[in-house]
């Protein structure tokens, strides 16, 4: 079967990804760029699916997006199926300054954190769980003032122990 000419990956250009595998350090991009090098070198959909544990008609869309968007298609995109506004290093970087406020026994408020979310990624949240899950993420745990032990007596048992000193 021959193949349409969109989806055509050539020798050089399988030698030219395989070249660049070597500098990039992302695994998830390594494995993509491997998958349509060996579409140049010969295998199809299949075999590649197979070796790589991709869907076929994945594979296709690697090579599809090889041929329109050339070494940028590896790149880790943001969006898609999980909707990430930051990278992981974005994040780590946002979450220092309410670290460093929290260490020095500033009360840090979930309200505050998401106003500055808001503000970095200039979109406004339609709920608290982004920054809820974002702060699960990085191992920070609500802790909450109690307006009274949980334990406290009643008002009754307070007085009858007055009575009894």
């Known amino acids: 079967m021959i193949m349409p000419k969109t989806y055509t990956i050539t ?19 390594q494995k993509r760029m491997e998958a349509v ?9 299949r075999e590649i699916a197979e ?3 991709y869907h076929a008609s994945y594979v296709s ?13 590896f790149e880790d995109k943001r969006g898609g199926a999980n909707r990430r506004n930051l990278t992981d ?10 670290r460093k406020e ?8 979930v309200a505050e954190i998401a106003a500055a979310y808001d503000e970095l990624t200039g979109k406004e949240r ?17 802790v909450m003032p ?8 009643s008002e009754a048992e307070i007085e009858a122990s007055k009575k009894l000193t």
């Open 61 to 73: 869309q690697l090579v599809s997006d090889f041929i329109k968007f050339g070494m940028k298609s």
């Open 11 to 29: 020798s050089e250009m399988a030698t030219a990804i395989r070249k660049e595998m070597k500098v990039v350090k992302c695994v998830v991009a």
């Open 126 to 142: 339609k709920s608290d769980s982004t920054v809820y899950y974002l702060l699960q993420k990085y191992g920070w745990r609500i």
């Open 37 to 45: 090098a060996l579409r140049g070198e010969g295998r199809n959909n």
């Open 146 to 153: 109690r307006g009274q032990h949980p334990k406290k007596a």
């Open 89 to 98: 290093a974005e994040e780590i970087a946002f979450l220092e300054n309410f």
């Open 51 to 53: 070796i790589k544990g």
């Open 102 to 109: 929290a260490e020095k026994g500033q009360v840090v408020s």
